[in-house]
C-alpha cells in the first residue's frame, strides 16, 4: 500500500507556480520523500528527494514540513510540458534493491494556456 | 550514453504464445526492476534483481518468468500469453556500486496487447 496521499487532480495556469502537496503522516525516521512524474504514455521520470531540509533542482523544489508528516513539491513556472501524473512515495534512501518503488494513484497535473 | 532502453515498443500477442521482453542500460547499474502499468493504475512490481545472476519475485510475478546474464541486460518472459497480461512493461534500474541512493530510472516502456 502506498504510504503516501495526494489530491486526485489540480490545474495550473501556464507560468504559474504549481504546487502540489502530499500528505506522508506515518513516515519513519529513516524514509526520504520522493517525486516522480509520468507524462502520458512515457515511463517515469524521477524529480528531486529529500529527508527533512528544504531541496531544489533544477527541475522543482521540494518543501519538507518540521514534523515531515507533509510535503510540497513546487514546479516555479509550469509549462504545458508539465502536464503528467506525479508521484509522492516515501521511502529508504538505499534499500538494497529489494524495497521497490510504491506507487499510487498520484496527482494528475493539468496545465492550462 | 542511452539510459534505460526497451525493446520492442510494441507487440501484439494471441493468446498462448511466448515472447521475450529486453531491458538494457548502460549506467552500471546494479539492480534493474520489471514493472506492469494497467489503464488508469499505478505500477506494479513484476520481477526485480539486485545483482548480475540474481533474481527476485515482486508483487504479481505469476506468469512471468526474468533472467539477468548480464548486468546491463534484464529480460522479462512471458512463456504463455494471457489476455490479462495485456499491459504497458515498464523496466527501470537503479544504484551505482558504492552510491548512497538507489533512485530508479525508467525505460520508454513496452505495449503489449493479447487478444
Known amino acids: 500500500d502506498a504510504k503516501t496521499t495526494q489530491p486526485p487532480s489540480m490545474d495550473c495556469a501556464e507560468g504559474r507556480a504549481a504546487n502540489l502537496p502530499c500528505n506522508h503522516s506515518t513516515i519513519s525516521g529513516n524514509e526520504y520523500v520522493y517525486w516522480y512524474r509520468q507524462i502520458h504514455s512515457q515511463g517515469p521520470q524521477y524529480i528531486i528527494h529529500?529527508?527533512?531540509n528544504n531541496e531544489t533542482n533544477e527541475m522543482a523544489s521540494l518543501i519538507i514540513t518540521e514534523d515531515r508528516k507533509s510535503s510540497t513539491l513546487i514546479l516555479p513556472h509550469a509549462t504545458l510540458r508539465d502536464t503528467a501524473v506525479y508521484y509522492c512515495?516515501?521511502?529508504?534512501?538505499?534499500?538494497?534493491?529489494?524495497?521497490?518503488?510504491?506507487f499510487g494513484k498520484g496527482t494528475r497535473l493539468s496545465v492550462i494556456a | 550514453n542511452a539510459g534505460v532502453t526497451q525493446t520492442p515498443k510494441f507487440r501484439v500477442l494471441k493468446t498462448g504464445q511466448s515472447m521475450t521482453l529486453l531491458c538494457a542500460q548502460d549506467m552500471n547499474h546494479e539492480y534493474m526492476y520489471w514493472y506492469r502499468q494497467d489503464p488508469g493504475m499505478g505500477l506494479r512490481l513484476i520481477h526485480y534483481?539486485?545483482?548480475?545472476?540474481?533474481?527476485a519475485k515482486g508483487e504479481v510475478p505469476d506468469g512471468y518468468n526474468v533472467s539477468r546474464l548480464k548486468k546491463q541486460n534484464f529480460l522479462l518472459g512471458l512463456e504463455s500469453a494471457a489476455p490479462s497480461q495485456t499491459s504497458v512493461y515498464f523496466c527501470?534500474?537503479?544504484?551505482?556500486?558504492?552510491?548512497?541512493?538507489?533512485?530508479?530510472?525508467f525505460g520508454p516502456g513496452t505495449r503489449l496487447t493479447v487478444l
Open positions: 529529500g529527508l527533512k
Open positions: 527501470a534500474s537503479s544504484y551505482l556500486p558504492g552510491g548512497s541512493t538507489d533512485t530508479q530510472y
Open positions: 534483481s539486485v545483482g548480475e545472476g540474481t533474481t
Open positions: 512515495i516515501v521511502r529508504p534512501l538505499l534499500n538494497s534493491g529489494n524495497t521497490p518503488l510504491v
